[in-house]
T-cell receptor
Framework: AQKITQTQPGMFVQEKEAVTLDCTYD???????LFWYKQPSSGEMIFLIY??????QNATEGRYSLNFQKARKSANLVISASQLGDSAMYFC?????????????FGTGTRLKVLA | NAGVMQNPRHLVRRRGQEARLRCSPM?????VYWYRQLPEEGLKFMVY????????ESGMPKERFSAEFPKEGPSILRIQQVVRGDSAAYFC???????????????FGDGTRLSIL
């Protein structure tokens, strides 16, 4: 079974609009972490935002916010005021802890295209 | 404070040759992860290592692939007798260990693009 699911292979958004990228996860562990990464066409992986399973508040980093709904097991990324430079692949990832070590599982990604 | 360093950035090999990919983690990071990314696909976990120890290699193909992280020096991902299907981007990431760092993400290198002729 998929542990991290990103159901939107591609998304379009108009410049200056907000966009939500979906991510659902599956784990039975009480302690886990959720991450979003951006991969522009140049190929590097850029960390955007982190949410811990025990965090009460939704994480925010500048124009990025994470809509964390624990009961639904969803961790959607919201990008406000989209810019042309936001066009990229976006990956959701979950970190599970096993006996003091961490394992990361990535979703298949969503390609975002921002339109001028 | 240097980030995760991977080299080479691009590597071209002929079928049957060996490919060696190197990764130096961020200073203070004791854990290294290797991932493979095919064009237009996500990251596939390959192996997770500590110094001198393989923690999890469940994503490694059973043959031709090996990884190490020696006490001194970088982590090495080695692919023997490469085939066309090995062409991909290989990313290395590192992280610190411990609950104190639980909000720290993995930090990625820029990847090695392996092309098999």
């Amino acid at each position: 079974a998929q542990k991290i699911t990103q159901t939107q292979p591609g998304m379009f958004v108009q410049e200056k609009e907000a966009v939500t990228l979906d991510c659902t996860y599956d784990t039975s562990d009480p302690s886990y972490g959720l991450f979003w990464y951006k991969q522009p066409s140049s190929g590097e992986m850029i960390f955007l935002i982190y949410q811990g399973s025990y965090d009460q508040q939704n994480a925010t980093e500048g124009r990025y916010s994470l809509n964390f709904q624990k009961a639904r097991k969803s961790a959607n990324l919201v990008i406000s005021a989209s810019q042309l430079g936001d066009s990229a692949m976006y990956f959701c990832a979950m970190r599970e802890e096993r006996r003091g070590t961490y394992k990361y599982i990535f979703g298949t990604g969503t390609r975002l295209k921002v339109l001028a | 404070n240097a980030g995760v360093m991977q080299n080479p950035r691009h590597l071209v090999r002929r079928r049957g040759q060996e490919a060696r990919l190197r990764c130096s983690p961020m200073k203070g990071h004791s854990h290294v992860y290797w991932y493979r990314q095919l064009p237009e696909e996500g990251l596939k976990f390959m192996v997770y290592l500590q110094k001198e120890n393989i923690i999890d290699e469940s994503g490694m193909p059973k043959e031709r692939f090996s990884a190490e992280f020696p006490k001194e020096g970088p982590s090495i991902l080695r692919i023997q007798q490469v085939v066309r299907g090995d062409s991909a981007a290989y990313f290395c990431a590192s992280s610190p260990l411990g609950r104190a760092y639980s909000n720290q993400p993995q930090h990625f290198g820029d990847g090695t693009r392996l092309s098999i002729l």
